[in-house]
Protein backbone atom coordinates (compact mmCIF):
# COMPACT_ATOMS: atom_id res chain seq x y z
CA UNK A 1 0.00 0.00 0.00
CA UNK A 2 2.66 2.13 0.99
CA UNK A 3 5.08 1.40 -2.27
CA UNK A 4 3.44 3.37 -4.82
CA UNK A 5 3.11 6.11 -2.83
CA UNK A 6 6.36 5.93 -1.74
CA UNK A 7 7.48 5.77 -5.59
CA UNK A 8 5.49 8.50 -6.36
CA UNK A 9 6.75 10.72 -3.54
CA UNK A 10 10.28 10.21 -4.82
CA UNK A 11 9.38 10.50 -8.74
CA UNK A 12 7.51 14.09 -7.88
CA UNK A 13 10.93 15.05 -5.92
CA UNK A 14 13.05 13.72 -8.55
CA UNK A 15 11.19 15.97 -10.49
CA UNK A 16 11.31 18.81 -8.91
CA UNK A 17 14.79 18.68 -8.76
CA UNK A 18 15.36 18.60 -12.15
CA UNK A 19 12.80 21.79 -12.97
CA UNK A 20 14.92 23.64 -10.35
CA UNK A 21 17.77 22.55 -12.38
CA UNK A 22 16.22 23.94 -15.69
CA UNK A 23 15.57 26.86 -13.91
CA UNK A 24 18.95 27.61 -12.85
CA UNK A 25 20.61 26.82 -16.07
CA UNK A 26 17.78 28.89 -18.03
CA UNK A 27 18.94 31.66 -15.52
CA UNK A 28 22.36 31.30 -16.40
CA UNK A 29 21.96 31.61 -20.19
CA UNK A 30 20.06 34.69 -19.76
CA UNK A 31 22.22 36.18 -17.68
CA UNK A 32 25.24 35.19 -19.73
CA UNK A 33 23.68 36.54 -23.30
CA UNK A 34 22.53 39.16 -21.68
CA UNK A 35 26.19 40.27 -20.50
CA UNK A 36 27.39 39.54 -23.97
CA UNK A 37 24.43 41.92 -25.19
CA UNK A 38 26.17 44.29 -22.85
CA UNK A 39 28.85 44.56 -23.85
CA UNK A 40 28.46 44.91 -27.61
CA UNK A 41 25.92 47.89 -26.61
CA UNK A 42 28.97 49.25 -24.94
CA UNK A 43 31.32 48.65 -27.33
CA UNK A 44 29.08 49.96 -29.89
CA UNK A 45 28.35 53.29 -27.70
CA UNK A 46 31.72 53.64 -27.47
CA UNK A 47 32.49 53.69 -30.40
CA UNK A 48 29.20 56.05 -31.84
CA UNK A 49 30.48 58.49 -29.46
CA UNK A 50 34.48 58.23 -30.53
CA UNK A 51 33.09 58.77 -34.69
CA UNK A 52 30.72 61.51 -33.40
CA UNK A 53 33.52 63.51 -31.58
CA UNK A 54 35.58 63.17 -35.06
CA UNK A 55 33.14 64.36 -36.95
CA UNK A 56 32.90 67.26 -34.46
CA UNK A 57 36.73 68.03 -34.71
CA UNK A 58 36.36 68.36 -38.68
CA UNK A 59 32.36 70.18 -38.65
CA UNK A 60 35.12 72.68 -36.37
CA UNK A 61 38.09 72.94 -39.10
CA UNK A 62 35.12 73.03 -42.02
CA UNK A 63 36.05 75.95 -44.50
CA UNK A 64 32.90 76.30 -45.62
CA UNK A 65 29.22 75.74 -45.53
CA UNK A 66 29.42 73.35 -48.32
CA UNK A 67 32.29 71.89 -46.95
CA UNK A 68 30.46 71.19 -43.23
CA UNK A 69 27.47 70.11 -45.25
CA UNK A 70 29.01 67.00 -46.96
CA UNK A 71 31.15 66.25 -43.64
CA UNK A 72 27.53 66.10 -41.52
CA UNK A 73 25.78 64.32 -44.45
CA UNK A 74 28.74 61.94 -44.20
CA UNK A 75 28.66 61.12 -40.75
CA UNK A 76 24.60 60.73 -40.58
CA UNK A 77 25.02 57.95 -43.51
CA UNK A 78 27.75 55.83 -41.54
CA UNK A 79 25.92 56.65 -38.00
CA UNK A 80 22.74 55.41 -39.83
CA UNK A 81 24.27 52.33 -42.01
CA UNK A 82 26.34 51.51 -38.50
CA UNK A 83 23.09 51.25 -36.36
CA UNK A 84 21.31 49.19 -38.38
CA UNK A 85 24.06 46.99 -38.66
CA UNK A 86 24.35 46.55 -34.59
CA UNK A 87 20.69 46.46 -34.09
CA UNK A 88 20.51 43.73 -36.77
CA UNK A 89 23.09 41.86 -34.68
CA UNK A 90 21.39 42.57 -30.87
CA UNK A 91 18.39 41.21 -32.47
CA UNK A 92 19.78 37.93 -33.42
CA UNK A 93 21.53 37.96 -30.07
CA UNK A 94 18.27 38.63 -28.40
CA UNK A 95 16.92 35.64 -30.18
CA UNK A 96 19.77 33.52 -29.48
CA UNK A 97 19.72 33.98 -25.64
CA UNK A 98 15.81 33.19 -25.80
CA UNK A 99 16.91 29.94 -27.98
CA UNK A 100 19.47 28.71 -25.34
CA UNK A 101 17.67 29.69 -22.00
CA UNK A 102 14.63 27.43 -23.28
CA UNK A 103 16.28 24.67 -24.01
CA UNK A 104 17.13 23.47 -20.30
CA UNK A 105 13.35 23.67 -19.97
CA UNK A 106 12.39 21.88 -22.93
CA UNK A 107 14.93 19.24 -21.92
CA UNK A 108 12.97 19.02 -18.21
CA UNK A 109 10.00 19.21 -20.29
CA UNK A 110 11.10 15.81 -22.16
CA UNK A 111 12.38 14.37 -19.00
CA UNK A 112 8.55 14.55 -17.07
CA UNK A 113 6.21 13.86 -20.20
CA UNK A 114 8.10 10.70 -20.54
CA UNK A 115 8.67 9.97 -16.83
CA UNK A 116 4.60 10.24 -17.27
CA UNK A 117 4.26 8.07 -20.14
CA UNK A 118 6.12 5.45 -18.36
CA UNK A 119 3.97 5.85 -14.89
CA UNK A 120 1.15 5.45 -17.31
Not at 10 to 23: H, I, L, P, T, V
Amino acid sequence: MLEPIQKATEDFQKMSKDSYEASLRSYGEVNKGLQAIGARVTTYSKQAFEDATRTFEKLLGAKSLEHAVEIQSQYAKKAYETWMAEASKIGEMYAAVARDAYKPVEQAKKKFENAVADAS
